[in-house]
């Protein structure tokens, strides 16, 4: 019996299906892998990358932060935020990747107030996830679906 | 005896009065096209409210009985000493009583509480409420406007953020949430919620599933309750729209149709003046040719 799984933000619903075997996920505590019958859980998720295996291949995403839970082979994972692989954009993911580190060494000016270091490694980290979840896409070339 | 002045005069007023209702027409139009755009910007957030609720209500099944001290401080009943409103409206008007009903529904509220407590203040989001509360003096705490017709859930989160903020520091002790309710395309109810403390959605199975939690259950609660008082304010900001644009559409059909019926009311009272002034033209003519063959 495969999982089913819906991840939702507040804006949308990002992927529902119906025949997942295998799902690794972020959470707060460190990288699980959830198969079919696991206990119930509830976990808060950290910004990672989620990989969604289905018969077709593997569906990686990048999620930043939010919950899940899984009951009776239903997961529901309520993310803040979470994109397909081919919904990011490498160059913009780039570019908050330098700007962000520049903002932790020192290189880029840190307006005043308005950023401050624990937001530009946030960022850091999320841009990181983001260019990681566009490259592994890129290398499989399995087809993403919505 | 109407001239050929009142006759103009007739017939430019309804050359005006049928402007007026191609630009209702346009109007009705446009606002039937952005609420149905607001409606489905609704209907997609719904399954995360859905799963959301459901999660809390199953999550503060486990913090039940606990300490009154432990409980995390957004489900913390306390005096109210502070309470303030979000009032969510439109930024235009031409939209019926759509408004009028808001500010005066949220006002009874607010006159309701002002007794009993030291402060009542407003959060306002949109226009129309922001110039409704700041006219009859109450303090404003932020407010929020321009957040356009289809405000995405990044516009909206920092409204909860404030409030959350304020509500910890003990700077709020009581938050109601005021928007106007989609019912359906014709009607729209106000509704005044409370958003804080926090009210644990109904339908608990509490317990009744052996949960293993990463973290604790009141950590999680800890992430969880901020992004379902959020969550609340992001469908009240979405329904609000989806209600504006219902009563902007419904307003402009119904103004639409005045102005027809106007119209149709001016070339009756345009004919019959014509037609009594050729009249009188002709009698003229012949009393006056009467007059030379007398």
Do not use: C, W
Not at chain 2, 26 to 36: D, F, H, I, P
Not at chain 2, 109 to 131: F, Y
Not at chain 2, 147 to 171: H, M
Request: glycine share 6%; hydrophobic share 45%; charged share 25%.
């Amino acid at each position: 019996m495969p999982l089913t799984l819906s991840i939702v933000t507040a804006d949308r619903t990002v992927l529902e299906r119906d025949d997942v075997l295998r799902l690794v996920v972020p959470t707060t505590e460190g990288q699980i892998t959830l198969l079919p019958s696991h206990a119930p859980l509830m976990a808060s998720l950290s910004i990672g990358e989620m990989i969604v295996h289905v018969p077709d291949g593997p569906i990686p995403l990048a999620i930043h932060g939010g919950f899940i839970q899984i009951v009776r082979d239903d997961v529901s994972v309520l993310a803040d935020a979470a994109e397909h692989a081919d919904e990011i954009d490498e160059a913009r993911a780039e570019a908050a990747r330098e700007r962000s580190r520049g903002r932790i060494e020192g290189r880029v000016p840190v307006e005043a107030g308005a950023v401050d270091i624990l937001r530009a490694q946030l960022s850091l980290q999320r841009s990181l996830i983001r260019l990681r979840v566009r490259r592994r896409r890129s290398a499989t070339g399995v087809p993403t679906m919505r | 005896m109407p001239g050929a002045g009142a006759v103009r005069a007739i017939r430019d007023r309804m050359r005006a009065v049928s402007n007026t209702a191609k630009v209702t027409r346009a109007m009705e139009l446009v606002a039937a096209s952005k609420m149905r755009r607001a409606q489905d910007r609704a209907l997609q957030s719904r399954p995360y409210a859905e799963r959301m609720r459901a999660v809390l209500a199953q999550l503060s099944g486990y913090t039940v009985g606990a300490d009154p001290d432990e409980l995390n401080p957004l489900l913390q009943q306390r005096t109210v000493k502070h309470f303030a409103i979000i009032h969510i409206t439109a930024d235009r008007g031409l939209a019926g009583g759509l408004n009028t009903n808001m500010n005066r529904a949220a006002a009874s509220l607010v006159l309701e509480h002002q007794p009993n407590v030291e402060s009542v203040s407003v959060l306002p989001v949109g226009r129309k409420g922001r110039d409704f509360f700041r006219r009859s003096g109450f303090p404003i705490i932020a407010e929020f406007t321009n957040l356009g017709d289809f405000p995405s859930s990044t516009d909206v989160f920092p409204i909860a953020r404030i409030v959350i903020d304020d509500y910890i520091r003990g700077e709020l002790d009581q938050v109601y949430v005021a928007y106007q309710q989609f019912v359906n395309a014709a009607v729209q109810r106000p509704v005044l919620r409370q958003i804080l403390p926090v009210q644990a959605p109904e339908g608990a199975e509490a317990r009744g599933t052996d949960f293993i939690f990463e973290p604790s259950p009141a950590q999680l609660l800890e992430t969880l309750l901020p992004r379902y008082v959020e969550m609340q304010i992001y469908e009240a900001v979405l329904e609000a729209r989806a209600s504006e644009q219902s009563a902007r559409m419904v307003a402009m059909r119904q103004a639409t149709d005045a102005a027809d019926e106007m119209v149709s009311e001016l070339t009756l009272t345009y004919n019959k003046a014509r037609q009594e002034m050729i009249t009188s033209e002709l009698l003229d003519i012949v009393g006056g040719t009467a007059a030379l063959n007398a």
